[in-house]
C-alpha cells in the first residue's frame, strides 16, 4: 500500500493553534482526509480536501494542501481541551481503497 | 439513525479459541472494511468487500476471515492462527465499492470498535 506519516505526538497550550502535518507518497491522491479519534472510539471524519485544492477552511479548522511536495497540514485555531485526540490524516486514489497514517496525539494543556 | 455497529465492545477470549467480531450498517454503503489499530501503528487493513458475496485480502489477512453474505453484515473471524490477536479492530463503509470518476467523492464510516484481549 501507500505511504502515509504523521508524527506522533504534539502538545500544545490551551488558546494556541495546533498544527498536525502529514506527508504521503501517492502521487495519484484525489481525496486526503483528516479524522479524529477520541479515546477507545471509532474515527471522526472531520474534513477533507480534493486533490486540484490548495486550501479549504471549515470553522476552526484549516487544511493546507502542498501537492507537489506531497505535504499535508491541518489546523487547529484556539484549541481546547476538547480537541485532545489522535488525529489521522488518509488519502485515497482509487475511492475505495484508503490509506492512513499512524496517528498523530494531540495533547492539550489547560 | 443511520450509522455502523460493532458488538461486543469489549471482547476476552483464550488461547486457541477462535472469536467472531460484529459489523453491521443501515448506511446502504456497498463497501465494507476491517482494520487492526495497534498503539503506533495507525490503521492496517485486514479485509474488504466491495460487494455483496465478494472480499479481498488486506495488508495483514493471514489468521483472520471473513463472509459478506448480506449487504448490511461484515462479520470477523479471529482464528486461532493469529499469533498476535490482542488488539483494537474498527470496521468502516462507504458508500461505493467500485472505482467511480475521478471526482466521485466517498469517504469511509467507522463503527465505535472492539477490543479484543487474549487471556
Known sequence: GEDVEQSLFLSVREGDSSVINCTYTDSSSTYLYWYKQEPGAGLQLLTYIFSNMDMKQDQRLTVLLNKKDKHLSLRIADTQTGDSAIYFCAETSTGNQFYFGTGTSLTVIP | ?119
Request: include cysteine; charged fraction near 20%.
Open chain 2, 1 to 119: 439513525d443511520g450509522g455502523i455497529t460493532q458488538s461486543p465492545k469489549y471482547l476476552f477470549r483464550k488461547e486457541g479459541q477462535n472469536v467472531t467480531l460484529s459489523c453491521e450498517q443501515n448506511l446502504n454503503h456497498d463497501a465494507m472494511y476491517w482494520y487492526r489499530q495497534d498503539p503506533g501503528q495507525g490503521l492496517r487493513l485486514i479485509y474488504y468487500s466491495q460487494i455483496v458475496n465478494d472480499f479481498q485480502k488486506g495488508d495483514i489477512a493471514e489468521g483472520y476471515s471473513v463472509s459478506r453474505e448480506k449487504k448490511e453484515s461484515f462479520p470477523l473471524t479471529v482464528t486461532s492462527a493469529q499469533k498476535n490477536p490482542t488488539a483494537f479492530y474498527l470496521c468502516a463503509s462507504s458508500i461505493y465499492g467500485a472505482r467511480q470518476g475521478l471526482s466521485s467523492y466517498n469517504e469511509q464510516f467507522f463503527g465505535p470498535g472492539t477490543r479484543l484481549t487474549v487471556l
